[in-house]
């Protein structure tokens, strides 16, 4: 068929630059991200719960690749060391650049939401510990409630925020960084069981020269990176260590500072030109190949009664939000620290709720620490229920913040007389003219707003 401009159209293949770039900007808003990602479980969800289950099995356990480079991998496997490799090499940049530039580079503003983050991993391992062990069960998965899916979390934060404290969200993406950067060192440390040197001495040169290169000598171009990144990730996966530790590790390598010879911070620029093939590609597929649980009643059962599948359940749903906001409160109240301008502890409590949206890294640890498919399948099973419940709960508690910052945001802004001055402003002269005997409505008032987006607070309410 040809197309309006007289060229013809192909299906399917390369997009005009204007849709191109249109697509690639929607993939990089949170919104959307998490929008693809929840279509891609809901579809994994359903073809595996459909007579299609012995079709979904056999594409999920198809092998493929280059046996002799140990590389001859199932579908899901690629999809969880290849892929995701891209998804944690965008988490290692956005980490490198909030180091250098961004939230963590001042130990002052950083305290909070590192201390929540350390906290929001460990409490929910030890909720899973104790329930799991009173249950006669073992501390297999103490690892799989403590990620929290950034992609899902901001896609919710993005879809409920109207008026919610621009805080909130650099808060969540502060505490998810961190979050990706202890699940990385949790899965080399924990979930390697035999290195095999020479590879891993290889991988370690390897970045070296990716260093060098980026680093010292400032080369540009992808076709230098692209083949050199293909050998590291083959090297670390060679070395027995889960290949997104490589992804991890070249994010964290990239310059955050401004190139001159560019005008741009390469790793942020090379985080955004990756960001749409992880959040449209990478995170999709892994999320189709390891979401298709099935969820009979005697899987959703087993989340219950059995002491695994419980624990991470509750360490997802109860732990997170005992570690993020017990930590925070901790923090704020035993040190200097304080709470980004515009805060509360009732936002606070709203957000770790929702850092109990646990998916893709849970996911991922969950394979790891059960190779078992039965047990596997439970523990997947209680990933996707102690994901759901969080981001139930969460979207309740932040529709109501959000309600109520709306509410102030109205009376601030209100103006019945239509004479382009906010009533509050007339209010505060009046009571001035009468010696203080008219008091504001509006509780606010004595406090108006500089410099603000819409809808932000002007103080913490509690």
Same mark, same amino acid.
């Given at each position: ?34 929008? !693809? ?93 104790? !329930? ?29 925020? %109207? ?27 924990? #979930? ?18 990716? #260093? ?14 692209? *083949? ?76 219950? %009664? ?115 001055? *906010? ?30 987006? *819409? ?8």
């Amino acid at each position: 068929m040809p197309h309006r401009n007289g060229r013809p159209h192909t299906f399917l293949g390369r997009l005009p630059l204007p849709e191109r770039t249109f697509v690639a900007d929607a993939l990089r808003t949170e919104t959307v991200g998490g929008i !693809v990602l929840l279509t891609a479980a809901a579809a994994a969800l359903v073809w595996a719960n459909t007579p299609l289950r012995n079709a979904y099995e056999a594409v999920r356990d198809f092998h493929f690749g280059i046996g002799a480079l140990g590389l001859d991998l199932s579908v899901a496997h690629w999809t969880a060391e290849g892929l995701l490799a891209i998804f944690f090499f965008v988490a290692g940049a956005e980490l490198k650049r909030e180091l250098v530039v961004g939230e963590l580079r001042d130990p002052k503003a950083a305290t909070v939401p590192v201390v929540a983050a350390l906290s929001g991993m460990a409490v929910p391992a030890l909720v899973y510990g104790i !329930v799991a062990t009173a249950g006669g069960g073992t501390w297999n998965g103490w690892a799989v409630p403590m990620a929290t899916d950034i992609a899902f979390a901001l896609g919710v934060l993005a879809v409920i925020d %109207t008026h919610l404290p621009s805080a909130l969200r650099a808060f969540l993406l502060t505490l998810a960084i961190v979050d990706d950067l202890g699940a990385i060192i949790v899965i080399a440390l924990f #979930y390697t069981s035999t290195i095999h040197l020479p590879a891993l001495l290889g991988a370690a040169l390897g970045l070296g020269l990716f #260093y060098v290169l980026h680093t010292r000598k400032h080369v540009h171009g992808w076709y230098w990176y692209v *083949p050199l990144a293909l050998v590291i990730w083959g090297l670390t996966h060679a070395a027995g260590v889960h290949a997104t530790v490589a992804g991890v590790a070249m994010g964290l390598l990239l310059r955050a500072a401004k190139d001159g010879t560019v005008g741009h911070r390469p790793a942020e620029h090379i985080a955004h030109l990756a960001r749409p093939i992880s959040a449209g590609v990478a995170v999709p597929l892994f999320a189709l190949f390891a979401a298709g649980v099935s969820m009979s009643g005697d899987t959703l059962g087993a989340v219950i %009664t059995t002491p695994e599948p419980l624990g991470v359940a509750l360490g997802l749903a109860a732990g997170k939000v005992l570690g993020v906001f017990g930590g925070t409160y901790l923090a704020i109240r035993f040190t200097r620290a304080q709470l980004g301008p515009g805060l509360a502890l009732a936002d606070v409590f709203a957000l770790a709720v929702l850092a109990g949206i646990g998916f893709t890294v849970s996911l991922l640890i969950g394979e790891l620490a059960y190779p078992d498919p039965v047990d596997q399948e439970h523990i997947k099973a209680a990933v996707l229920v102690g994901s759901l419940t969080a981001a139930l709960v969460a979207c309740v508690l932040l529709r109501l913040r959000n309600n109520k910052y709306r509410r102030l945001y109205e009376a601030e802004t209100a103006d019945t007389d239509a004479d382009g001055i *906010p009533d509050i402003y007339q209010a505060d002269d009046a009571t001035a003219l009468h010696g203080g005997d008219l008091a504001p409505e509006n509780p606010h008032a004595d406090r108006p707003h500089r410099s603000r987006r *819409p809808g932000s607070p002007s103080e913490s309410d509690g």
